[in-house]
């Protein structure tokens, strides 16, 4: 079987590495040796220089030896080594490379003698080979094997065994009797920056890095009341933004040092135990099921993922870290760790949290009910009452010369309308008095404090050649919208097993279950909180669902055509109880990896691995619900009352592979020269298939459907009717279908000179069926080097204060697939089909402007860092610069509509991110029960556009030498105490010489921001004082500005809409504060602080009546909202504690009398303050959004 | 060495299957190449057709009664107030709306021209390659005719060689930067497209563009074009094909919201689907804006013409469905015209204009030279397409096709075609008044701002 293995694995080699390897040979002729009187430390150290071989050996011992004098010219180490030791009581042996010396004598005092047998792992339970297992007291010693496995066999009085590493603490451990299974844990030195660095091709260490990397280690995960990964990567790392969102389930939006493309993808790339996430969905497109049917949640992220199974994150910023991802790595790579099992006894491991999240702490202050009505009076007062009495002693005839606007419920009631009609002055009064005592507080209504929670329990262990690792995780998070909810269940399983020395394999296979509940609202709920008027009630004195009797109608009060209500009216709370959606995503991933040493030096590992997920949707909108009565059948005519419910339902699957192998060779040339070159190559690929169906008359009590069909009107049957029915049927349901398929060739060369050089290269190609042939591969590359600067011997006098120094420069070359587009004439087909009466055909459509030149987009990137220690690195930290150019970046060119086309995607534009991180982590006391530690980062992004081809020089908010998202618009001078509005500053270089001049947008635009913050990061706090510990973690976003969008849904547009001809004749509104319509819903309650008149000035501008007498103040004043936005900007900086966490681990010595090995407690708070300027509810999610609110979690683990 | 050979070789094998490996054809998607792919590009725009969503080739609607509301048959004066902020004043307010339609029509060109160029000799010879090709063909030459009659002055006959014509794009090119081509190169263009078409003689009515239908806009270009024997001609054919019809037969022509009957040739609205909403809510705001008295005053005959009650009520509120139809009187009249304007050829002109009077009117008196009403000195249209002075005839035969053809796209060109009359509208207390450059759209300003030399129409 071995030799079968073998030959598969050298054919393997054969077909895929064209490069020859030679091999050292360490035992060649290579030593000469001429010293005279030199003690042995210093001979042996000869050896070691010239043949690059390891020793072990007791210094005592060999200082001792001070007298050799020796003269040998190329001769094996052994001659050389038997020359040096004869006549000394010490001899030599070989173990695994490395020669230990030792006391002869102990060797021939065979007396009373003992077996010390065990495993030498690191913390992780990875474990050791090469460790120097040492009996101090008789100079002996053997190391450990490729499995950290050693066996000593020793004289009964040895007392001690020592244990010793490069970069772990050195370990003596008493010894008594027999030990047949001795597990020894070694840990890092304190400080020692050297840990492993799992990038997802390779393993290395930080000393061996030149690229951007910064890993997040299992402690940010573990216990966490947040209950995703991405969210918990909030603020820990520099140069990592992340915007979440408090929707439960919904992932993050995650930049690494800023964005690089236009319409691309910008996206990190989510690599999880090697394995790149890939579980794209195909989108559905049919005129008859609306955008909102499907339920999106789970496809993108990686939800999936338990932050309790998580042992590490690596995140690679640079493209020397990223250029062996090849053309998915342009948006930086993430790369998850989960972990595995260690050699040793079962341990079970069982936490649990319990969260309560709490409602939106940051008030909307706005108005009550008494407030909004007399605000509404006020409004009536002023634009409706005079010109009201005039209609009402009007004749017939002459009504219709005057207008009011009918403004809130005080306007219906004062003017009489709809079910106020004919009440007398006292019985309107006593109608709104009667609802000013009754106030609903809208967020109080939807929103709720919630209840979340989540256990995890694992089991892991091993023995000898294997280990393994299970664990199964809950956890469910109640929304903060009633009726919203997300669960999810994990199960992960992993066993490692070395069947041969040299063989080892894994397998890995992990299963989550996610469900996202909510209703299914045409009516987003933030933004009825928000606007619902307070008078409005929820429910009727019977219990009934109450109608909102303002929310939908300023159209129809005031007298435009409106589509109908439906009869039982609206109500929020019955569309929150009556529609549903609900999303189930299923994920089940399989890996199995292989590494065979085929020598020492030459590694071969392969990964396969197979996911498969499956996605399915539900949306019902019941019967009696607004939704339904919004989405009926298109034959129902305006006038039809009849509602019917819905059901819309879509099963997506994908199924996606992996398969890679690769050779690894390290080779140490001589002490002074190592190196280590990998190759290989990666093919995978994706299917994935959605299938959909809309049912209308859904019944959900029997599940099933009955549609229904046009009212009768005679009794013959319409045949273009009937064919019109049948279409609408066909797009009820279908299927997408999408797959893709890449193959990649990638190789690494890491070169270490003298352990302070580094110098590294890694190159990638990687092929798409989404381009032509010509374009078909691109390359990525990276060079790297990293210089340790205190390994320099001019540096050695620092080394008291330094103890890490280290420059690193790279640059890399990456692409990134712009899959919107294609280079060729593309032809989709609609999903529908056009119906004769003979026949159905297919029909399609060129939707892009083919490119035959289209290519990859390009990042070259450059970057510089420094890494830092003092006081053996209790202080230490990374300094890093970047610049990134992208070009070639895809944006659209507009081209002569006589191509038949009006735009085309090109290659044209240039984006440049540069930017400085810094992060700082300090241990600022120690002593045996108190520590206290502390990590600060920062990083500040500059973007900007660089090229921009467009021949009209904008393409949406892009402006060339301005960042992405960048916000333009007016700036405030303030309100103009004459007219009563804005005044916008002009610019310095407009030129006015008419009135029109005045109002031309092009002399007001000012560049007023971006809304992409240019500064972000985060912070923590840690101390820990005996068995507690306190946590506090933080993150913070500077600079971001945006123009707060929270639009009222109605306005004088709602009442206008669908015109566009007759302008002119009204004045114009500004912003939406001059709108008086806005305030037929609800609105802040400082509005009333506005101005009146020249002597009556106030926060706000004076309210204008669109329809009332034209004031043309348009006529000279900038009315366009693209100035007049600026006086909507807000900064939306803040700074935000996102964790406050106590926790208590109860001592073990208490403990082991239960058989319990730890046992610890937890408390923590989420979101606690938030330090910001803006004036809405979440300054990370602003708008009517679901906000990330404070939460308050308690949490237990127990291990036995 | 020999080691290192055979490694490359396999290694080489390893990329070429690669390359296979990579080679998959994307799902509900393709690089059109042979008929029955092409035909799916027809059938998209053959569908809107179909089913009224078509606002490019044909028209629907919304578009007809857009048409209606910038010429001169309804008042635009007298629209309800309410209706006013939906009904166009005048072609100014929707003036910038042409670029959009300038951008449409040569995205359909594209598709033909892609068609025309790409189709394999082999499809040529079968009988869906021939659909396919014809249809494009026409469908080509319809888009031009239509570029012709918005974005060109109206035709002159001798400078028509001068004449601004519209960009000639006659195959698929990202690159291309085409100028404006002189008038009669587009006409030449368009004729050259039909008679293609028409020499591939299909029939097949799921195509909608039958020989009848090419023939029908070879005869309309040639008729803009101020070819009046080749106008003659070619409608001749087409009345002896499809011969007029009166009474009930003529009333159902009209009325059926769907269906082809009678002796339309080409309609939109051949099925009934998601449009119907929008074709209702025109129909009823259209209501809004009355039928202009001087167009109601041109029905002399009052009920004894047929399509007096047909086109308005007694309120002068819009009954005809806004449809936009070929047809054969629209053939009859060009043949009456071609004949006035040959001169000398008035008794024929005559005849075919009793044609079809006789057709619509009864009881029926034949024109005669001399009991031909009067030229209104108050009508709008002032000078004939050669710029001539109206003889009775002329104008006879110009408010006959007025009355004919009234909500079916086809009196602003008529105005545009004869003279350019100006005119006004009165709302909101200001003056629209359609000056004489309006009736030429402007092209899209992006393709004046990015084609060096590129002309755009007087006036924008």
């Given at each position: 079987m071995q030799k079968t293995l073998k030959l598969f694995v050298l054919l393997c080699l054969q077909m895929c590495l064209v490069t020859s390897i030679s091999y050292a040979d360490n035992t060649q002729k290579s030593i000469s040796l001429s010293l005279r009187n030199e003690s042995l430390t210093k001979v042996l150290s000869e050896i070691r220089k010239q043949s690059g071989l390891s020793f072990i050996f007791n210094e005592k011992a060999t200082d001792k030896v001070n007298n050799i004098s020796i003269n040998v010219n190329n001769v094996t180490y052994r001659e050389a080594l038997d020359k040096c030791l004869r006549g000394t009581s010490l001899s030599y042996k070989v173990e695994n490379s490395i020669i230990v010396i030792f006391s002869k004598k102990i060797k021939k005092e065979p007396e009373k003698e003992k077996f010390i047998r065990g495993v030498v792992v690191d913390e992780s339970g990875e474990p050791l080979p090469g460790v120097a297992v040492v009996i101090p007291e008789k100079m002996f010693g053997v190391s450990t094997d490729i499995d950290g496995k050693f066996e000593v066999k020793v004289s009964s009085s040895v007392k001690l065994i020592e244990f010793s590493f490069v970069g772990m603490q050195t370990l003596q451990l008493p010894v008594s009797k027999d030990f047949s299974d001795m597990r020894v844990v070694m840990k890092m030195k304190v400080g020692e920056l050297d840990d492993v660095v799992v990038t997802g091709y390779t393993q290395t260490t930080r000393r061996k890095i030149t690229g951007s990397v910064a890993v997040v280690n299992r402690v940010a995960f573990?216990?966490?009341?947040?209950?995703?990964v991405d969210r918990l990567?909030?603020?820990?790392?520099?140069g990592v933004s992340t915007v979440s969102s408090g929707r439960p389930g919904e992932s993050a939006k995650i930049r690494i040092r800023g964005t690089n493309t236009l319409t691309g993808n910008a996206e990190p790339l989510w690599v999880i135990d090697g394995v790149a996430l890939q579980k794209d969905i195909p989108s559905i497109a049919t005129s008859q099921i609306k955008a909102g049917d499907f339920n999106n949640i789970f496809q993108t992220g990686v939800g999936g993922v338990n932050p309790n199974d998580i042992e590490s994150v690596t995140v690679l910023k640079d493209a020397s870290a990223t250029?062996?991802?090849?053309?998915?790595?342009a948006g930086g790579v993430i790369v998850v760790t989960t972990k595995k099992g260690k050699v040793g006894e079962m341990s079970v491991n069982y936490s649990s949290n319990i969260s309560v999240t709490l409602k939106p702490q940051r008030s909307a202050r706005l108005m009550n009910s008494a407030e909004k009505l007399s605000w509404e009076q006020e409004l009536w007062n002023e634009f409706s009452a005079e010109e009201y009495e005039q209609w009402n002693s009007a004749s017939k005839e002459d009504k219709k010369n005057y207008y009011f606007p009918i403004i809130g419920i005080t306007g219906m009631v004062r003017a009489g309308k709809e079910q106020f009609e004919g009440m007398s002055k006292e019985e309107q009064d006593r109608y709104l008095n009667d609802l000013s005592n009754n106030s609903t507080d809208w967020f109080d209504e939807l929103f709720r404090n919630s209840v979340s929670q989540s256990h995890y329990l694992s089991v892991s262990g091993g023995k000898g050649n294997y280990n393994y690792y299970v664990s199964g995780g809950y956890s469910d998070n109640y929304g903060l919208v009633k009726n919203t909810d997300y669960s999810r269940y994990n199960f992960n399983g992993k066993i490692n097993i070395r069947p041969l020395d040299n063989i080892s394999l894994g397998f890995i296979f992990d299963m989550a279950k996610q469900t996202s509940n909510g209703p299914s609202m045409s009516v987003n709920p933030f933004e009825y909180a928000y606007f619902a008027n307070p008078y409005e009630k929820l429910y009727n004195s019977d219990g009934s669902y109450a109608s909102d009797n303002t929310y939908f109608n300023l159209k129809r009060v005031n007298g435009g055509y409106d589509v109908p209500q439906p009869e039982n009216g609206f109500n929020i709370m019955r569309e929150m109880n009556e529609t549903s959606s609900r999303a189930d995503n299923m994920s089940t991933n399989l890996k199995f990896n292989l590494t065979y040493h085929l020598t020492e030096k030459l590694q071969f590992s392969g990964l396969v691995s197979y996911s498969f997920t499956n996605n399915e949707t539900e949306n019902v909108n019941g019967k009696q619900s607004y939704a339904a009565y919004k989405d009926r059948l298109p034959f129902e005519k305006t006038r039809s009352k009849r509602t019917y419910g819905s059901i819309t339902q879509s099963a997506a699957n994908n199924s996606s592979y992996s398969a890679r192998g690769q050779f690894i060779y390290n080779d140490n040339l001589n002490e002074d020269n190592k190196y280590s070159f990998l190759v290989g190559t990666e093919i995978r690929g994706q299917k994935a298939e959605s299938i959909y169906t809309k049912r209308y008359g859904y019944d959900p009590v029997t599940g099933n459907s009955s549609i229904p069909i046009p009212v009768k009107t005679g009794d013959k049957i319409d045949y273009t009717q009937l064919k019109a029915y049948a279409d609408m049927v066909d797009g009820l349901s279908g299927q997408a279908i999408t797959e893709d398929r890449f193959a990649s060739f990638y190789s690494s060369l890491d070169y270490h000179l003298m352990d302070k050089y580094v110098a590294s290269f890694s190159f990638r190609t990687d092929g798409s069926n989404n381009f032509g042939s010509n374009q078909q591969f691109n390359p990525t590359w990276s060079v790297g080097t990293a210089w340790h600067i205190l390994s320099e011997p001019f540096m050695e006098k620092l080394t008291d204060v330094l103890s890490t120094l280290t420059i690193r420069l790279a640059t890399g070359y990456t692409g990134n697939i712009n899959k919107s587009i294609y280079p060729q004439l593309m032809m989709y087909y609609d999903p529908s089909f056009r119906k004769t009466d003979l026949e159905t055909y297919r029909m399609g459509s060129i939707r892009n402007a083919p490119n035959p030149n289209l290519r990859w987009e390009k990042t070259m990137d450059y970057k510089a860092s420094i890494s830092y220690g003092f006081l053996d690195n209790r202080i230490s930290g990374v300094i890093e610069s970047y610049y990134r150019r992208s070009i070639d970046v895809v944006t659209n060119v507009t081209v002569p509509t006589s191509t038949g086309f009006s735009s085309q995607s090109f290659n044209t534009s240039e984006i440049e991110n540069k930017g400085i991180e810094f992060s700082i982590n300090a241990q600022l006391y120690k002593s045996d029960d108190l520590r206290i530690n502390s990590s600060v980062n920062f990083a500040y992004n500059q973007n900007k556009l660089l090229k921009y081809d467009s021949p009209t020089g904008a393409y949406g908010y892009n402006y060339e030498g301005y960042p992405l998202g960048s916000v333009f618009g007016g700036k405030v001078?303030?309100?103009?105490?004459?007219?009563g509005i804005y005044k916008f500053k002009l610019r310095s270089d407009a030129v006015i010489n008419r009135k029109a001049e005045l109002k031309n947008t092009n002399n007001y635009l000012f560049y007023l921001g971006t809304s992409t913050a240019p500064y972000t990061g985060g912070f923590s706090f840690n101390a820990s004082y005996k068995s507690f510990t306190l946590n506090i973690g933080g993150s913070y976003s500077i600079g971001a500005n945006i123009i707060d969008d929270l639009r009222s849904p109605v306005s004088y547009q709602t009442i206008e809409k669908g015109t566009g001809n007759t302008q002119s004749q009204y004045e114009s509104i500004p912003t939406k504060y001059n709108d008086i319509f806005v305030s037929h819903l609800n609105v802040r309650k400082d509005v009333v602080d506005r101005w009146i008149n020249a002597d009556h000035t106030g926060k706000y501008p004076r309210l204008i009546n669109y329809f009332g007498d034209k004031l043309f103040l348009d006529s000279y004043n900038p009315t366009y909202s693209s100035v007049t936005r600026g006086a909507l900007l807000e900064n939306v900086s803040y700074l935000k504690v996102n964790n406050i966490s106590l926790s208590y681990s109860v001592p073990a010595d208490y403990l082991e009398r239960y058989h319990i090995s730890s046992l610890g407690f937890n408390f923590s708070v989420s979101n606690l303050f938030t330090f910001t300027n803006f004036s809405g509810i979440d300054p990370e999610n602003p708008g009517a959004n679901y906000p990330t609110t404070r939460s308050i979690s308690f949490g237990v683990n127990v291990g036995f | 060495m020999k080691k290192i050979l055979i490694s490359a070789l396999i290694f080489c094998l390893l990329l070429s299957s690669c390359s296979e490996f990579l080679d998959l054809k994307p799902y509900g998607r393709t690089i059109p190449k042979t008929a029955d792919e092409f035909s799916a590009l027809l059938h998209k725009h053959l569908g809107d057709i179909d089913y009224g969503t078509d606002a490019v080739i044909v028209g629907n609607a919304s578009n007809v009664t857009a048409y209606a509301c910038y010429a001169d048959n309804l008042d635009a004066s007298l629209t309800e107030k309410d209706f006013r902020k939906v009904l166009p004043n005048y072609i100014g307010t929707r003036i910038n709306s042409f670029q959009g339609l300038y951008r449409n029509l040569y995205s359909r060109i594209r598709d033909c021209n892609i068609i025309i160029n790409r189709i394999t000799e082999a499809d040529k010879s079968t009988s869906k390659g021939q659909e396919v090709l014809a249809t494009a063909y026409t469908m080509r030459a319809i888009c031009y005719y239509s570029l012709i009659q918005h974005y060109c002055e109206p035709f002159e006959k001798g400078s028509s060689n001068d004449q601004l014509g519209v960009p000639l794009v006659e195959s698929f090119d990202m690159e291309a930067r085409p100028l404006r081509t002189g008038l009669q190169n587009v006409i030449n263009f368009v004729i050259d497209d039909l008679k293609k078409a028409i020499d591939l003689?299909?029939?097949?009515?799921?195509?909608?563009?039958t020989v009848d239908v090419s023939k029908a806009y070879l005869a309309r270009m040639y008729f803009w074009a101020e070819d009046w024997t080749n106008a003659i001609a070619v409608s001749k054919e087409i009345l002896s094909k499809h011969p007029l019809i009166s009474g009930e037969a003529y009333v159902t022509m009209l009325t059926d919201r769907y269906n082809k009957k009678g002796n339309v040739l080409l309609r939109s609205y051949i099925f009934p689907g998601t449009s119907d909403l929008s074709y209702e809510s025109v129909e009823s705001q259209i209501k809004h804006r009355p039928a202009s008295k001087d167009f109601v005053d041109l029905f002399v005959e009052k009920e004894a013409d047929i399509r007096y009650e047909l086109s308005f009520n007694s309120v002068r509120q819009n009954q005809k469905n806004p449809c936009a139809r070929v047809r054969s009187a629209e053939f009859c009249l060009i043949i009456a015209e071609s004949y006035a304007h040959l001169g000398g050829k008035d008794a024929e002109s005559l005849e075919w204009l009793n044609k079809l009077r006789e057709n619509r009117i009864s009881p029926f008196v034949p024109y005669t030279m001399f009991n031909l009403p009067k030229v209104d000195p108050d009508y709008i249209i002032k000078k004939d397409a050669e710029d001539k002075n109206l003889t009775s005839l002329m104008y006879a035969i110009i408010t006959e096709r007025q009355k004919e053809l009234y909500m079916e796209k086809d009196r602003f060109f008529e105005l545009k075609r004869n003279g350019r009359p100006t005119f006004w509208v009165g709302a909101n207390g200001l003056k629209y008044v359609m000056e004489k450059f309006l009736y030429t759209t402007p092209l899209p300003k992006s393709d004046i701002d990015i084609v060096n030399g590129l002309k755009q129409n007087k006036g924008y």
């Open positions: 573990e216990n966490k009341s947040i209950p995703t990567l909030q603020g820990q790392v520099a250029a062996i991802y090849g053309s998915r790595a001078i303030g309100i103009d105490p004459e007219t | 003689n299909i029939s097949k009515e799921e195509y909608r563009f």
